[in-house]
């Protein structure tokens, strides 16, 4: 069966590490992002891969007018339908606290936008009763904190989204996977402090594996979930004085 590949942010340090290896497998590959030629190059070099095909698609997830289109081409391409959504953002949080009208841009980065897309393509893949969707959430939805709550929030309503979404298309043969990572040696931390720090490849080879499992929620490192589960359970009186 020819299988298809669609990377919403694809532009991202994981998704490109994810990329690679789907390329390598001849999947066909849509390339969806703002920066179109950056998305060539990496069209470009899948081909080089051994991708069955790579097309480029304009995503904004703060615009969906051309959704509809993007939709409609993927239904022309025969064949198994997968989906794995990278898009995000994630400011400073003192910078959003100078400037709350920064959160409707981070809502649609990290949730609204690939909901939306998300919500539209579902029926096709109903149709279809096949593939898969990997949506990237973080660990820093599982709790609010000092630090990134407004991201966090984002990120926690995207991995709720993605639990009905799970339960809804698991009735037809689509598996939804929810990915939670902890820091990620890319652009958009580049520069910050942060602990159990891990590389795009190690993820994107989590995912994959993941994906085999059909693992419904998957942290990477598998550390996280040991450390947000300690993180969840302490009482709340104790974890608004601290600083994590």
């Known amino acids: 069966m020819n299988s298809s590949w669609i990377i919403l942010g694809a532009t991202s340090g994981i998704a490109r590490a994810v990329i690679r290896k789907l390329a ?36 904004d997830a703060r615009d969906a007018s051309n959704y509809g289109q993007l939709i409609a081409r993927l239904r022309d391409e025969e064949g198994e339908l997968n989906c794995a959504v990278f898009t995000g953002s994630m400011p400073d949080q003192e910078v959003i606290d100078a400037n709350p009208n920064m959160i409707e841009g981070v809502l649609a980065d990290n949730l609204t936008g690939p909901a ?8 096709l ?30 990120k926690a309503g995207f991995a709720t989204y993605l639990s009905g979404l799970r339960n ?9 996977m929810t990915i939670k990572p902890g820091p990620v040696d890319t652009p958009m931390t580049y520069g910050m402090k942060l602990p159990l720090m891990t590389t795009p490849d190690a993820v994107a080879e989590d995912i994959l594996n993941g994906l085999k499992r059909k693992t419904n929620v998957l942290y990477t490192r598998k550390i996280w979930r040991l450390v947000m589960g300690i993180i969840r359970v302490i009482p709340e009186p104790i974890f608004k004085k601290m600083s994590i």
């Open 116 to 123: 939306t897309f998300l919500t539209m393509l579902a029926p």
């Open 168 to 176: 809804r298309l698991g009735r037809s043969g689509v598996h939804v």
């Open 125 to 154: 893949m109903e149709e279809r009763g096949c593939g898969a969707i990997a949506g990237v959430g973080s660990v820093a939805g599982d709790r609010g904190r000092l630090g990134n709550y407004v991201y966090g929030a984002a």
């Open 24 to 59: 390598a497998q001849g999947h066909a590959m849509f390339l969806a992002g703002r920066n179109i030629s950056e998305l060539e190059a990496i069209a470009a070099d899948c081909r080089l891969r051994g991708a069955r095909m790579a097309e480029v698609m304009s995503f």
